[in-house]
């Protein structure tokens, strides 16, 4: 059985994080080889829609870390 969901991050256009996801320029994940692949889409889908910019990730560097052997 697939899903066809689209996770996005809990976050609000007007909250004090979504100003600072708005204006922030990269974006460091750590230990990202621990989380699922939806949370990455999920990052990606809430930043195009904070940022009004739909290029990956919003427009912002996304930089990922963590151990990938």
């Known amino acids: 059985?697939?899903?066809n969901e689209t996770p996005t991050c809990?976050?609000?256009?007007?909250s004090t994080?979504?100003?600072v996801l708005q204006q922030?320029?990269?974006i460091v994940w750590d230990d990202c080889t621990m989380a699922h692949k939806k949370s990455l889409?999920?990052?990606d889908r809430?930043?195009?829609d904070l940022r009004d910019n739909q290029n990956q990730f919003g427009g912002a560097i996304i930089l990922l870390?963590?151990?990938f052997r």
């Open 46 to 48: 809430t930043l195009k």
């Open 10 to 14: 809990n976050i609000s256009k007007n």
């Open 1 to 3: 059985m697939q899903s």
């Open 65 to 67: 870390s963590g151990d």
């Open 24 to 26: 922030c320029k990269l």
């Open 17 to 19: 994080m979504a100003k």
């Open 41 to 43: 889409e999920a990052l």
